[in-house]
């Protein structure tokens, strides 16, 4: 099994960003990003500093924008209206999740299109599933291009994607689809799930749930994406990461991407290269 290696392809990638974004500051259009957090999930909060300093590793001016827990809907949606105007703005975040009084459909369809660089907004969904083009998700654009390192004929393919999430399950699948993958959606309640992994070339597990595909659900031979992250601490009181796919189980596969170092890296990477796509536009 060949382990794939997420850090070093996100710093290739950034490698090209950072050139385009030297390309585009020459040309007059230094790519900017507007990241937006409201509260204190100090989960989130780790998310986003990991994007602004990246962002201006590779030369990305962000813009933070951190707003109260009680941040009204409306006070929201008048600051998305502000950067959508701002033409110093190409990308928006707004990190989710958003406290409960604040309807985050509502937000993410407030997006412009073309700045929506987590390709949440339903334009951007419609065009995935349509296949024409516009802003694609960072994690599963990370999935696929760790993919691309593995496999070069997608044609026919069985896939399984375990999660039905809108940021990583439902899209994942539709860019697979697109592969010409036969593609199996599952998710946490699926009957039979082990007997379904069985039956994959692909593995896409992005459940949340920590060591859920086990060795002997993974056909030999097969690659295994593992998006999900779970905290754990173990008895000495040390944390650690842990992936939906039980890793140490998984010699006889293709390929398999390790938590920490695999997807997670890819994601940002992706962020990036998005802002950069939507500067470019
Ligand atoms: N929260 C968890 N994942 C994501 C993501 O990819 N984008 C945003 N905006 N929030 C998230």
Redesign the pocket.
């Known amino acids: 099994m060949t382990p794939i290696d997420g850090r070093a392809m996100a710093r290739a990638l950034s490698q090209r960003t950072a050139a385009e974004v030297a390309d585009l500051i020459a040309r007059g259009t230094p790519p900017g990003l507007a990241v937006v957090l409201v509260g204190e999930n100090p989960a ?1 909060e780790v ?1 986003v500093a990991r994007k602004m300093a990246e962002s201006a590793r590779v030369g990305i001016t962000s813009f933070e924008h951190r707003l109260p827990v009680e941040t009204s809907e409306a006070v929201l949606l008048a600051l998305i209206d502000m950067l959508n105007a701002d033409p110093r703005v190409h990308g928006i ?5 958003l406290p409960e009084q604040i309807d985050a459909g509502r937000v993410l369809d407030a997006i412009a299109p073309g700045k929506d660089v ?1 390709g949440f907004h339903p334009v951007n969904v419609g065009r995935l599933s349509t296949g024409t083009g516009g802003l694609v ?3 599963p654009l990370g999935c696929m291009m760790l993919l691309d390192s593995v496999i070069d004929d997608y044609r026919g393919l069985a896939a399984v994607v375990i999660g039905k999430s809108n ?1 990583v399950g439902k899209p994942v699948a539709m860019l697979l689809l697109e592969r010409e993958c036969t593609v199996t959606v599952t998710h946490i309640a699926t009957r039979g799930l082990p007997e379904i992994v069985c039956t994959a070339d692909i593995v896409v597990a992005a459940a949340g749930a920590p060591r859920l595909v086990r060795g002997d659900w993974v056909k030999p031979g097969a690659v295994v994406i593992d998006v999900g992250i779970t905290r754990q601490t173990d008895t000495d009181g040390r944390t650690k990461l842990v992936g939906d796919a039980a890793f140490d189980e998984m010699a006889h596969a293709r390929a398999v991407t390790p938590v920490p170092g695999g997807v997670g890296p890819m ?1 940002i990477a992706c962020l990036l290269a998005n802002t950069v796509r939507a500067a470019g536009r």
């Open positions: 989130s998310y975040l707004v990190q989710l999740p987590d998700p960072c994690t940021i994601t």
